[in-house]
Nanobody
Framework: QVQLVESGGGLVQAGGSLTLSCEAK????????MGWYRRAPGKQRELVAT?????????RYADSVKCRFIISRDNARNTVSLQMKSLEPADTAVYFC???????????????WGQGTLVTVSS
């Protein structure tokens, strides 16, 4: 069984910084894509940033976070982090870790989600 465990959410003032971390726990052999999505109050879940590692590394960011957020992965540790700076009240949301194409010793998981971590940005 593979689980995604997030940490790092909290309360921060506008203009501040926060880093979210997510670890995929289990007997993992490979993960194609890891990333972050968020759901703001009253809105649908949206992509924040993803990183795909195959022969090359591909990152994807929502336009609203480009130049403010940086995604990184540690394949050896099956972790993904999201460094967030210049945070705005509009960034307030529950942030979810996501993994696509996860393979452990017995199972291939198409997609997994973490439980979510709340980020609140005060004005």
């Amino acid at each position: 069984q593979v689980q995604l465990v997030e940490s790092g959410g909290g309360l921060v003032q506008a203009g501040g910084s926060l880093t979210l971390s997510c670890e995929a726990k289990g007997d993992i052999e490979s993960i194609s894509v890891m990333g972050w999505y968020r759901r703001a109050p009253g809105k649908q879940r949206e992509l924040v940033a993803t990183m795909t590692i195959t022969d090359t590394t591909t990152t994807r960011y929502a336009d609203s976070v480009k130049c403010r957020f940086i995604i990184s992965r540690d394949n050896a540790r099956n972790t993904v982090s999201l460094q967030m700076k210049s945070l705005e009240p509009a960034d307030t949301a529950v942030y979810f870790c996501n993994a696509v194409g996860v393979t452990d010793r017995t199972t291939e998981y198409l997609q997994l989600w973490g439980q979510g971590t709340l980020v609140t940005v005060s004005s």
